[in-house]
């Protein structure tokens, strides 16, 4: 007891890669049957593999006896005798699987932000010495409190056993959490295996089919040679439906998701609604994405034995990538879609494991401690069922998410956590192909009197280096909730999207002869003859206004946070 007493019980912690060792190890042992399932109350999901023991047998058998030869100190202060500052705080519940803690542990953790020590009562609390003794006072003053007050995240862990919010502790710590402003987080990130069955079979086995069936396809041509011109027709037509395809698609989801059907005249309403009508089934959509990959996939063998008409190594392989970005563009858009879906499911059924009624319903084993929590929070029932409600619908909670709530904001999903496929998805992809669009024009108006080939590599470059400060953007507001990075990413998206599909609608407008010139469909054709210079609108849209547009995509990922919050906010997130 002496050294939990000399050390601060924010400093009862282990590092994350510990504490997944110690899961290891409890493994090992379950796994030799040395670690048994409890006969007077026995887990049902003891021998599951996801699931194992639960945290109460785990004490028993592993916790106890270790730390009992090391000295009786807890298992965090075995580890470490001098302690370590606490960063994330889990709360759980016992009744829950230790593998299954450990994998939502895995899942809910806040990347990119440096945080590596975390407090589980488990590990933190000395199993083998009294424990009432440490917990008598005030619950603002016992361990669970110190270590909460210095962490900066609040893990969340839901289990299909028993909610949490039946045990009064845990209701004391998400009481504690959102008057602190801590960010909360549960573990909404989709399962590893299920992201990649799933983008096993709506990218990966639609693309092998599309090669194969476009390997056959360029096998049939290589017997006929010269190439009929009805192949290079045909494999134009098809790609140019594909193109097609994604802009009506990025249009279905533009009206969906930031509902413009509001703002359009009435006489088009009801393409709105079949737009809405179509998102919101996410079949018909998913469809076509899988129908665009494939027709892409079975383009690219018999493209690349058609001959290109150019010469310079840059035009050839500008022109022989447009079947592979037009897969690459379907894919990326295919996988952010995935993402999110399988997260609102995942965070749906997470959610559903966390049930409060009100503190009637929440027991704690120990009446002293009963007594002391109801009585600390017997005036704030309704601030913690606001706050869990709050947790419940976003995947995270902190000050600016709850904010949102209270003036009435769709807050659903906006603390997912799964940025990783988001940021390629969603900055990455777009600006990247705005980039190769920006070079697509080089050397076809170079005896136009616009500016020189020179500029437009300026330009390109100036589009990377704002991609790159989005990157940067979203890593730095990233640190103050999941929700400022999740307002980020969706609008360099659809900025990223107007520029590319804005100029090819403007030269659309002003007839065939104009789309002729424009620099896509240049490096479309197999022979390719620039007649005349395009209007001045078609070059500006097509060179200097997507550098502008990433400039202003730039300024959005730095300064659109600000909208959920002050600087006094930030400074105290």
């Not at 009862?12 to 504490?19: P, V």
């Not at 992201?195 to 069936?213: A, C, D, E, K, Q």
């Not at 609608?505 to 104009?514: K, S, V, Y």
């Amino acid at each position: 007891m002496d050294a939990h007493r000399q050390v601060p019980a924010e400093r009862w912690c282990i590092t994350k890669r510990e504490f997944f060792s110690f899961v290891n190890e409890v493994r090992k042992l379950w796994r030799r049957g040395a670690l048994p399932d409890s006969s007077e109350h026995p887990n049902p999901k003891h021998q599951l593999t996801d699931y194992g023991p639960n945290l109460y047998q785990v004490n028993v058998h592993y916790i106890k006896p270790v730390t009992l030869a090391a000295g009786g100190m807890s298992y965090a202060l075995m580890k470490h005798p001098e302690g370590l500052i606490c960063h994330v705080f889990v709360s759980h519940a016992w009744a829950e699987g230790v593998f299954e803690l450990s994998n939502h542990v895995r899942r809910a953790w806040p990347r990119g932000l440096g945080l590596v020590n975390l407090y589980c009562c488990l590990l933190g609390n000395p199993q083998n010495l009294d424990i009432e003794a440490l917990l008598d006072g005030p619950p603002i003053e016992s361990p669970f409190a110190k270590a909460l007050q210095s962490a900066s995240h609040v893990l969340v862990m839901p289990n299909d056993t028993v909610s949490i919010y039946k045990r009064l502790w845990c209701v004391y710590e998400i009481y504690l959490a959102t008057d602190w402003g801590k960010t909360c987080i549960i573990p909404a990130r989709p399962p590893s295996s299920v992201l990649r069955t799933t983008l096993v079979w709506t990218i990966i086995f639609p693309s092998t089919v599309g090669h194969l069936l476009g390997c056959l396809w360029a096998a049939a041509m290589q017997l006929q040679k010269p190439h009929s011109r009805v192949h290079s027709s045909v494999v134009d037509g098809l790609l140019g439906g594909c193109i097609a395809l994604l802009f009506c698609i990025s249009c279905v989801d533009f009206l969906h998701k930031f509902q413009v059907k509001r703002l359009l005249v009435k006489r088009l309403l009801k393409v709105s609604q079949v737009c809405d009508a179509l998102s919101s089934s996410g079949a018909t959509i998913r469809i076509m994405r899988i129908f665009v990959q494939l027709l892409a996939c079975s383009c690219v063998a018999p493209w690349l034995i058609l001959p290109s008409g150019f010469s310079s190594l840059l035009d050839q392989a500008l022109h022989y990538s447009i079947p592979f970005g037009i897969w690459a563009a379907s894919a990326v858009m295919a996988t952010n879609e995935i993402g999110e879906k399988l997260e609102h499911t995942e965070l749906r059924r997470q959610a559903s494991f966390l049930s409060f009624n009100g503190l009637e319903d929440a027991t704690c084993s120990s009446p002293v401690d009963e007594s002391r929590i109801r009585a600390a929070i017997a005036d704030f029932e309704e601030d913690v069922i606001a706050g869990i409600e709050v947790l419940k619908s976003a995947g995270a909670f902190n000050t600016s998410i709850r904010r949102a709530r209270t003036r009435g904001l769709d807050i659903e999903g906006s603390g997912n956590t799964h940025l990783d496929i988001r940021l390629v998805s969603g900055i990455c992809a777009g600006w990247t192909v705005c980039t190769i669009e920006e070079l697509a024009t080089l050397h076809i108006w170079r005896d136009c009197s616009f500016l020189s080939d020179t500029w437009i590599l300026a330009f390109a470059l100036t589009i990377v280096l704002s991609m790159g400060g989005m990157f940067v953007a979203c890593c730095c507001w990233n640190r103050y909730g999941p929700d400022r990075v999740n307002l980020i990413i969706p609008g360099c998206l659809w900025i990223s999207l107007f520029a590319d599909f804005f100029p090819f609608l403007l030269a659309m407008a002003q007839g065939l002869d104009e789309l002729q010139r424009f620099p896509f469909f240049f490096r479309f054709a197999h022979t390719p003859t620039l007649s005349s210079c395009p209007s001045s609108a078609t070059w500006f849209a097509t060179t200097p206004l997507r550098p502008s547009l990433a400039l202003l995509a730039l300024a959005w990922a730095w300064l659109s946070p600000f909208t959920l919050g002050s600087r006094e906010d930030l400074a105290t997130s």
